[in-house]
Each structure stands twice: as C-alpha cells, then as structure tokens.
C-alpha cells in the first residue's frame, strides 16, 4: 500500500495542529500505514492539476493509494479503518458504533463548533456575527453536555479507542484556547487522553514538521 497525502507547505500559526489532514495522518499512523505528503503551497489547492486529480473542492486533506483517489477526512479516517481494527472493531456491532460516533463527530459536533470557531476568527467584528455568536454558544454547550453525559466516566466513547474518539477529539481540539470545555472536565480529560497517544503525537509532529519543512520522507 503506497499513500500520498495532500496537505499545506504552509499555515498559519493558530491553523497549526487544526488542518484536518492531521486528522488522516493520526489515523495512519494509528493503523501503522506509512505515507508521504504532496505539500501544496499558497492558492495551489484551487489550481486545475490538483482539483481534477486531488480534490473537487480545492481542499485538504485527499489521499492518493495506488488507484485510488479519495477526498473527505471522515471518509478517508474509515477508509484506513478497514486495515486496522485499532480503528474499527471486528464485530459488526462494535463497527457500527465506531462509525455512529465517528459521524456524530462530523455532523452533530462539528457542525456547531467550526461555526463559533470561524466567527471568532474570521467574522468577529461583523454585526451579523454578533447577533449570531449567543445563539451559537447555547447550542454549542448543550451539545458538549449531552456529549459529556454520554461519555460519562469512560476512558472511551465505546468500549476503546476507535475511530469515532479520533474524529471526536480533533473536533473538540477546535476549542483549544477557548474555556468552553471546562463545564465538562470528563471532555477535558478525553481530549488529553487522546493528545497522549503516540499515534497523535506523530501525527502532529509530522504536520509541524512538513510546514516548517524539516520532515524526512517516510
């Protein structure tokens, strides 16, 4: 299995461990895959080459495996989680609610905090904005609540590490700087949990090290 990945030469600095190609990376090197990077620099990813070949939507991150071309970091994640059942459980059940909380992560987490994270960042000073952000808030902590209740005091959201808790960290990792977590110190302690893993941390390591160009290739 030959992986490419694609990701950027260069971000900046609070874009730093949040590119969601740390999310692919993290997955492969939790499953043992090696892999190297196609690093794309400023406005490179709305180019021709890369949007025909790489991703539709001038994007990253994408995969190229041998013949096949994928774009979408959940599905990438699930994707590798067929080769590793460090990612995805053996058991039909077992996958079935890796994929549910994986998707949960996307699509009921994410959704609400990369909202409040793009106005805080990018849109603050508008009016719109806020008139959006108290709105945004209540509806992003009733979230982590009922996120938080549903962990309760596992180390897990399932039975162990799979790829849902991968995708739901680096969603609650959005809110790093913020204190919203800190009503829910089981979430706080989940995240660290999966930051501690020395699958994540070469992961990270491997993003910093592409942007500042020190990474040796796989």
Not at 24 to 44: F, M, N, S
Not at 93 to 119: D, K, P
Not at 152 to 173: E, H, P
């Amino acid at each position: 299995m030959t992986i490419q990945l694609s990701a950027f030469k260069s971000i900046p600095d609070f874009a730093r461990g949040q590119v969601r190609d740390l999310r692919v990376r993290w997955a492969l090197e939790e499953a043992g895959i090696p892999y190297t990077t196609k690093l794309l620099g400023q406005g490179e990813q709305k180019s021709e080459p890369y949007v025909t070949d790489w991703q539709p939507f001038g994007q990253v991150p994408a995969i190229h495996e041998d013949g096949l071309h994928m774009f979408e970091s959940g599905a990438i994640v699930l994707h590798i989680g067929e080769t590793s059942d460090v990612l995805l459980p053996k058991d039909p059940a077992g996958r079935a609610r890796a994929t549910q909380w994986l998707l949960c992560a996307l699509n009921t987490m994410e959704v609400v905090i990369q909202q409040y994270a793009s106005i805080n960042i990018f849109f603050a000073n508008e009016e719109w904005a806020k008139l959006r952000k108290p709105s945004l808030e209540e509806q992003m902590k009733g979230r982590l609540h009922a996120l938080s209740k549903a962990l309760g005091s596992k180390d897990w959201l399932d039975a162990r590490f799979t790829a849902g808790d991968l995708l739901m960290i680096t969603v609650l990792r959005i809110l790093n700087g913020t204190n919203f977590l800190d009503a829910t110190p089981n979430l706080v302690a989940y995240k660290k949990r999966g930051e501690a893993r020395s699958a994540f941390q070469r992961a990270l390591n491997a993003q910093i090290a592409d942007i500042e160009g020190t990474r040796s290739a796989a």
